[in-house]
């Protein structure tokens, strides 16, 4: 019998498929497929890794309540990680954030808190709107005595994607890939990611996915804080973030966001949520930029699955 002991093992070794209807030429986009696992976002890896590294140094005792805010991945993930493990978990939730991701939150035994929206709207969740979610998720923790995750400062969440997502990225494509592309949210993705590829390859090129208006990784004022990016692009330099590890970032408008993710559903069969729309709308826009050789490799991630929208 070849068995995973539990959801646990469910999570990472995702398969890299690549996007060639959507993207024909020149090069060829790969996208780890990341709604693949079981709480069906990227966010199932940094969820494991920061509750098994609390748990062995002793921040998180056996059956103590979990607390975190979450867009709803990241609530998602560590569902998964609390019921094969066994720990409550409360999570706080910004009424921003799509009803989907709060009706599985839910489903999964989670208890979840909503917190009103401070400057956004319904599918458009801001800075200032995550904030204010973090600051009830910290109070409850406190209040409960729970472990409170803060994903924003958790370094393991960026050494799981270094150890896992990037390593796996460089062992599936046999070292064969020029650069790679995606969105930021707490940025232990596309960092972990990049610091594992450029060991590699220290030439590699490192794009980050802002949305178009809301680009501060790029050194520019926000002019547009609303996008539909749920989980990225807060309008803030992460806490934890490294500019060395960024060679350029690549803006992507709602519009362009909406219609690759329609294509890539349509034609590619997959139907992934809006950030990694985004990715593969901005790698498709690397390798036509004639920046990278024409038989160029970038690699993405589809972070995401469209049926949490
Ligand atoms: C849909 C989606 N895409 C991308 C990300 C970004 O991931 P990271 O926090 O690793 O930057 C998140 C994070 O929550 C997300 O929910």
Known sequence: MTLCGSALGLIGRTPLTALDRIHPGPGRIVAKAEFLMPGGSVKDRAARAIVEAARADGRLAPGATVVEMTSGNMGAGLAVVCAALGHPLVVTLSVGNSPARARMLEGMGAEVVFVDQVDGQPGQVTGADVAAAAVEAKRIAQ???????????AGEGMAAHRDTTGAEIW?????????????????????????????ERPTL?????????????????????????????YGLVPPHWQAELMDLSISVTDEEAERWRRDLACREGLY??????????????????????????VATVLCDTGLKY
């Open 143 to 153: 209040a409960r005595g729970g472990f409170y995750v803060d994903q924003f400062y």
């Open 171 to 199: 062992e599936q494509t046999g070292g064969r890939i020029d650069a790679w592309v995606a969105a930021v949210g707490t940025g232990a993705t596309f960092l972990g990611v990049a610091a594992a590829l450029k060991h």
């Open 205 to 233: 090129l490192c794009a980050a996915v802002e949305p178009r208006g809301s680009e501060p990784l790029a050194g520019k004022p926000i002019t547009k804080p609303k996008h539909v990016l749920q989980g990225t692009g």
């Open 272 to 297: 992934v949520g809006y950030s990694g729309a985004a990715n593969v709308c901005a790698a498709s826009r690397l390798l036509k930029s004639g920046r990278l050789a024409k038989d160029a490799v």
